[in-house]
């Protein structure tokens, strides 16, 4: 399976499942913790938020920030995070983020459970459009999955690209890609890329704050 089949298949697992994506949230007591880290992180001014989701992050953005535009590709949970946040602040898009550009820059990049689902060939490209949607001293700020977090997941051997399979509660099962990044390889694949980053781990998950390369005059 190629990387456009699997990301196919993976839009296709958030579109139908949409309505249980928040279970995550309510049964686990981690999670609830982890949307807390985001009153200690560097959020300012105009914020663009990726991969939104149900807009579990969303609303706590708002409350830091000038403005947040939140965007993610499946239009049915973009009804629910529409739904959870009333803020006047808050521009939501729907948009494929493989292809969609930022209009303009942002003084903040936040994207929670995203980057573990973009394939390793296309993480350079990833990267490059977070880094033209900063604004000078803008920062990129993740939070994702550590390797522990395979345990609990249905790894599938033997991919192209690193993919798990997910389950539906009426059965349907779909795969998607799911990378494990290292916090310390991870830091650095982006050094390499010219970033400046500092990733501390978290109960088995990682944060991370990134600045992007600085572009000679």
Same mark, same amino acid.
């Given at each position: 399976?190629?990387?456009?089949?699997?990301?196919?298949?993976?839009?296709?697992?958030?579109?139908?499942?949409?309505?249980?994506?928040?279970?995550?949230?309510?049964?686990?007591?981690?999670?609830?913790?982890?949307?807390?880290?985001?009153?200690?992180?560097?959020?300012?001014?105009?914020?663009?938020?990726?991969?939104?989701?149900?807009?579990?992050?969303?609303?706590?953005?708002?409350?830091?920030?000038?403005?947040?535009?939140?965007?993610?590709?499946?239009?049915?949970?973009?009804?629910?995070?529409?739904?959870?946040?009333?803020?006047?602040?808050?521009?939501?898009?729907?948009?494929?983020?493989?292809? !969609?550009?930022?209009?303009?820059?942002?003084?903040?990049?936040?994207?929670?459970? !995203?980057?573990?689902?973009?394939?390793?060939?296309?993480?350079?490209?990833?990267?490059?459009?977070?880094?033209?949607?900063?604004?000078?001293?803008?920062?990129?700020?993740?939070?994702?999955?550590?390797?522990?977090?395979?345990?609990?997941?249905?790894?599938?051997?033997?991919?192209?690209?690193?993919?798990?399979?997910?389950?539906?509660?009426?059965?349907?099962?779909?795969?998607?890609?799911k990378v494990f990044h290292d916090a310390e390889t991870?830091?650095?694949?982006?050094?390499?890329?010219?970033?400046?980053?500092?990733?501390?781990?978290?109960?088995?998950?990682?944060?991370?704050?990134?600045?992007?390369?600085?572009?000679?005059?």
């Open positions: 399976m190629d990387d456009d089949a699997l990301l196919a298949e993976q839009m296709a697992y958030y579109r139908a499942g949409a309505a249980e994506y928040d279970r995550s949230y309510a049964e686990y007591e981690g999670l609830q913790k982890l949307l807390a880290v985001v009153d200690d992180l560097p959020i300012a001014g105009d914020v663009l938020e990726l991969a939104c989701g149900t807009g579990q992050w969303t609303p706590r953005l708002a409350a830091r920030a000038r403005s947040v535009t939140a965007v993610d590709a499946a239009a049915e949970v973009l009804v629910l995070a529409r739904a959870r946040t009333a803020s006047p602040t808050v521009q939501f898009i729907q948009a494929d983020l493989f292809e !969609w550009q930022p209009p303009r820059r942002y003084d903040t990049v936040f994207f929670a459970f !995203w980057l573990s689902h973009v394939p390793p060939t296309r993480l350079p490209g990833f990267w490059n459009t977070v880094a033209a949607a900063l604004a000078p001293g803008g920062k990129a700020i993740f939070i994702d999955d550590g390797p522990a977090a395979a345990t609990y997941e249905e790894v599938l051997a033997n991919q192209p690209t690193p993919a798990t399979l997910r389950r539906l509660g009426d059965g349907r099962q779909y795969r998607i890609v991870l830091t650095d694949d982006l050094a390499a890329l010219g970033w400046s980053v500092h990733i501390r781990t978290k109960a088995g998950n990682f944060i991370g704050i990134a600045e992007p390369p600085t572009i000679p005059c």
